[in-house]
């Protein structure tokens, strides 16, 4: 797995200068590190994991995002997803695998999968600030997911203030 830590910080649990001072500065997260960590334990049962570029994780409420480098969703979502359930019990948490520097609609998509999006829009409001809305396909049922905490992770990952309704 490729990381902003280094191999052998994740390996001892001992952080060298380096990637301390990435620690301080808020440049990675607790979070990250955790994540790094399990994701590495994992490598050796999963060998698709050894090629995947991990650049963040993001929690919000019970929703935690991975971040990763472009085309590498299939690879944690291979396996049958046990990467993913194998994560969420570690964690708690309702696992989402976005890719790193995508435009907004494939963001979105990985974000709300497996729901579909009808439609995304901008919206202007009076102070010069913008919200962005998106309009999901309803399933039976309630959504597989808190929106709230998505609403948060998107918030924190690209600045974007989302507005989710539920066509019919």
């Not at 490729?2 to 301080?24: A, D, E, Y």
């Not at 480098?69 to 359930?85: H, T």
């Not at 995304?120 to 309803?138: F, H, K, M, Q, V």
């Amino acid at each position: 797995m490729k990381t902003v830590l280094c191999s052998f910080c994740l390996k001892s649990g001992i952080l060298c200068q380096k990637c301390s001072t990435r620690l301080k500065s808020g440049e990675i997260s607790e979070t990250d590190l955790k994540i790094a960590r399990l994701l590495l334990s994992l490598e050796e049962k999963y060998p698709s994991l050894q090629n995947v570029n991990f650049h963040k994780a993001v929690e919000a409420g019970k929703a935690l995002a991975l971040i990763v480098g472009p085309g590498d969703v299939p690879r944690i979502l291979g396996y049958g997803s046990r990467i993913i359930k194998a994560l969420g019990e570690e964690t708690g948490k309702n696992i989402r695998v976005l890719e790193y520097g995508v435009n907004e609609r494939k963001f979105l998509e990985d974000l709300f999968a497996p729901l579909s999006i009808v439609t995304i829009n901008t919206i202007w409001l009076p102070d010069g600030s913008t919200e962005t809305r998106a309009i999901l396909r309803r399933r039976r049922g309630a959504p597989p997911f808190d929106i709230n905490a998505l609403k948060e992770i998107a918030l924190k990952v690209r600045g974007m203030t989302l507005r989710v309704e539920f066509s019919d």
